[in-house]
């Protein structure tokens, strides 16, 4: 045991600390446990068939059902359905500025006209000195 108060308040403020310190952690792993299984008990429901053979009451041998005579009416029945609800989907991805290109004016060579040589007539004039 310590018996040094100076290193008895030492030893009690560093474990003040290092409690303080994992506090966030564990709150973290809470949050972290809390929303997997959020995600997990979200689960999709299914139809699913399902073939049940009963015994007939006199002893006999289980048998397929007959199909409809096709001369009976056909009765409309309210029968429930599985409809999909639309449900928000969690994106844990945080979006980003994300520079995009924008279009600029390029410079486009224009073709002009090369000159072509010609023939001409040029009058020298010539001048004597005395």
Do not use: H
Not at 58 to 70: R, V
């Amino acid at each position: 045991m310590v018996r040094n108060p100076v290193r008895k308040n030492k030893l009690r403020s560093t474990l003040i600390i290092v409690i303080f310190a994992t506090l966030p952690c564990y709150l973290l792993g809470m949050i972290v446990l809390w929303i997997g299984n959020s995600v997990i008990n979200q689960q999709n429901i299914t139809p699913t068939v399902t073939v049940t053979a009963t015994l007939d009451p006199w002893g006999g041998i289980p048998t397929a059902t007959l199909p409809p005579i096709p001369t009976s009416p056909v009765i409309p029945t309210a029968t429930p359905t599985i409809t999909l609800t639309p449900t928000a989907t969690i994106t844990y991805v945080i979006p980003s500025n994300t520079p995009t290109n924008t279009l600029t004016n390029t410079f486009t060579p224009t073709v002009t006209e090369t000159p072509t040589a010609t023939e001409t007539t040029v009058v020298v004039e010539t001048t004597s000195t005395p």
